[in-house]
């Protein structure tokens, strides 16, 4: 009787093969179809991102003025922090112009270091 009301034990030994069962909507070979999200999902729509275009490139600007504060305002957020290319979509060349731009109209007024709380 005392073995019947015993919690049941796994071995962990060369009989256990050393595999885990995955759990449900697990890993690979589960009932998830190998999809880490679970299983796979009926009707649901498939959403293609449209990729952010920089708004430099398409004015084809070759030089970002740091006395425009109304162009600089829309890259910086409420804190003061200057907001990241994958926010804005900024090419790489036009975020480091759009960077010194943005840090020269700081240091001259133009644009708050912070916002006031």
């Not at 009787?1 to 885990?20: F, I, L, Y």
């Not at 498939?46 to 990729?51: D, E, I």
């Not at 600007?61 to 829309?74: G, T």
């Not at 480091?96 to 916002?115: C, D, E, S």
Request: aromatic share 6%; hydrophobic share 30%.
């Amino acid at each position: 009787m005392a073995e019947e009301n015993a919690p049941m034990q796994q071995s962990h030994g060369p009989s256990s093969g050393g595999m885990r069962s995955s759990g449900p909507g697990g890993g690979p070979g589960g009932p998830g179809g190998g999809r880490p999200g679970g299983p796979a999902k009926r009707g649901k729509r498939n959403f293609v991102r449209k990729k952010k275009v920089c708004r430099f490139c398409v004015d084809k600007a070759d030089f970002i003025d740091y006395k425009k504060a109304e162009i600089l305002a829309p890259f910086i957020q409420e804190r003061g922090k200057i907001l990241p290319r994958r926010m804005t979509g900024t090419c790489s060349r036009h975020q480091r112009w759009l960077t010194v731009a943005i840090k020269r109209a700081q240091n001259i007024a133009l644009l708050p270091f912070a916002a006031e709380l």
